[in-house]
Nanobody, 120 residues
């Protein structure tokens, strides 16, 4: 089992930045792949970014490339999503996701979500 707790969401103006954090527990952190998904009101949950266990490879959705960066700190059992140049369309609940594979589809474990609101 893996437990995930997100933090760092909030309200920001368009063009601003936020950094989300996801702390993992319950399984050796370095052995799992981590990712972020988001869900806007009335829309399906969508992939944002993911990072491999070894931190060598990452994946990002086209909509966030060049603006969002995923990283991890194995010593702190934490994955981060640095979000720059935020747009109103980035408004959503952001969910941390973890499992065995680096992929754009969900792995097995979810956090509770953190709200990100970008005002125009």
């Amino acid at each position: 089992q893996v437990q995930l707790v997100e933090s760092g969401g909030g309200l920001v103006q368009a063009g601003g930045s936020l950094r989300l954090s996801c702390a993992a527990s319950g399984q050796p952190f370095s052995s799992i792949a981590m990712g972020w998904f988001r869900q806007a009101p009335g829309k399906d949950r969508e992939f944002v970014a993911a990072i491999r266990r070894s931190d060598v490879s990452t994946l990002s959705a086209d909509s966030v490339k060049g603006r969002f960066t995923i990283s991890r700190d194995n010593a702190k059992n934490t994955v981060y999503l640095q979000m720059n140049s935020l747009k109103p369309e980035d408004t959503a609940v952001y969910y941390c996701n973890a499992g065995l594979r680096l992929q754009t589809t969900p792995n097995d474990y979810w956090g509770q979500g953190t709200q990100v609101t970008v005002s125009s």
